[in-house]
């Protein structure tokens, strides 16, 4: 596999990530497609209406749609999933009827397993497409009508880990040609599983402030990460490094991630998030109580990470915590939620599997049963 000197590129998600991807892409005069899963968003397009994003990227342009998965994967040699987590698994069991070997799949951002999913059903018919997976999104804003979108930032680090392992370079430089040189490689999925802040942050800042959301209030989000609920932050950062530490990897910490993502002077979490207002970086908090701080994140974030602090004897009490509380803040199992995990368990994934899979083939620990028990074990924990 060699990188094309000029690259088609189908992105999954009509979104602020996924418009946002696509306008990096056109400044950076790549062509691409999109396509929108729901298939509502080319009903908007049909007269040839642009897209206008501003912020930190400046652009109006008229997005190239197609109409199905299967065309998208068909005309494109990279595609790119900009879309929630709850979205992930239909989508990747679409796009994998018709991915080629030669093909390269980014996931924007990758949550835990959504790579391990891929592979494993593509593996019995011996495809082999080079899977990337970023810790975060290299963009962030919002949506300000469905054809304006406002970035409130282009990352300028985003941590990327490949599958397989042995073409990571490839990978970086695959991400570099399209989205410029602000990428690091990590070491493998397990870095990047463990390198995504979103959960651990939502969690804090969607538990401290969930009236304002439940009420639809209109709210700065930095303005409200106060002196506590930077502690919080700080604290469930602490845990997730904990984890990283027991499985001898190096992790970006939570002052960096704010550092780097928002352009702020180090300090404390509460410090970082008072620059960002000063700066007049006020992005606004979630307003219903659908928002993907805790229906993606915490199925698809806390989940994982709680699995996985007990497969190396760390525990993550906090995450279970904030896990068991917003189960019943929303009247539902989470756990019960993340079908990534469940379909890899309908497969007859071992904990084994998936941790060589996340690790690399040299990775080693005891095993500790099937995932359903280690989700039941997890279900079960009482404070």
Known sequence: MEISDNPTVGIIGTGPIGLGCAAVLSKNAINSFIWSPTGSFPERLELGQSVRVTGAVEIEFVPAMVLTAQKLVEVCDIIVLAIPAYGHKMVLD??????RSDQTVIISSHVPFASEYL??????KGITPLIIALSTTIVAGRKKSPLQVNLSTLRDRVD???????HAELGLGICQQLFGDRFVLRDGLMAISLSNLNPQNHLGIALCNLTRIEKGETWIQAEN??????????????ER???????NLKLRNIYEHFSWSFHVEPGSVADMSAAMVKNGQCGYGPTNMETRYVLEDVPYGLVPIAWLGRQVGVRAPLHEAGITLFNALYDCNFYAMNDLMMGLETMGKSDDNLLKLLQGETGKLNRLGRIDRALEQCSNYKL
């Not at 502690?231 to 950062?237: F, G, I, P, S």
């Open 94 to 99: 679409q796009i994998a009827l018709n991915l």
């Open 119 to 124: 592979h494993s059903i593509l593996e019995g």
């Open 160 to 166: 990327i880990a490949t599958l397989p392992a042995e």
């Open 225 to 238: 990460i106060t002196p506590a609920v930077g502690r919080l932050l700080e604290k469930l950062d602490g």
């Open 241 to 247: 490094l904990a984890i990283g530490q027991a499985l």
